[in-house]
């Protein structure tokens, strides 16, 4: 069984930061891609930001140069560092990882989800 929990999310004014945190936890041979989704109301859930377990990393256009994906390996951890936030960012954001298990099975594994309100 895998688990991805987030963490990190809340309230921040417009220009402000916030960080994201996703922990993989369970029965993991390997880690692939990690991401970063979101889901505004009456929206469809969109793609953030992805990196793969070497590094790569992709932005939507609307993220670039203001957020930033990382990952550290060793811990099957992604982060979402959000600088310059703005109200349109306001959503839940998920995190998505292609997990490996130990039962030799590939699997996409989601969190539950973390509610980001960018207001004044």
């Known amino acids: 069984q895998v688990q991805l929990v987030e963490s990190g999310g809340g309230l921040v004014q417009p220009g402000g930061s916030l960080r994201l945190s996703c922990v993989a936890s369970?029965?993991?041979?390997?880690?692939?891609?990690m991401g970063w989704y979101r889901q505004a109301p009456g929206k469809q859930r969109e793609l953030v930001a992805t990196i793969t377990s070497s590094g790569s990393t992709n932005y939507a256009d609307s993220v670039k140069g203001r957020f930033t994906i990382s990952r550290d390996n060793t811990m099957n951890t992604v982060y979402l560092q959000m600088n310059s936030l703005k109200p349109e960012d306001t959503a839940v954001y998920s995190c998505?990882?292609?997990?490996?298990?130990?039962?030799?099975?590939?699997?996409?594994?989601w969190g539950q989800g973390a509610q980001v309100t960018v207001s004044s």
């Open positions: 998505s990882a292609k997990i490996f298990t130990r039962q030799l099975r590939v699997n996409d594994y």
């Open positions: 369970g029965s993991i041979f390997s880690i692939n891609v």
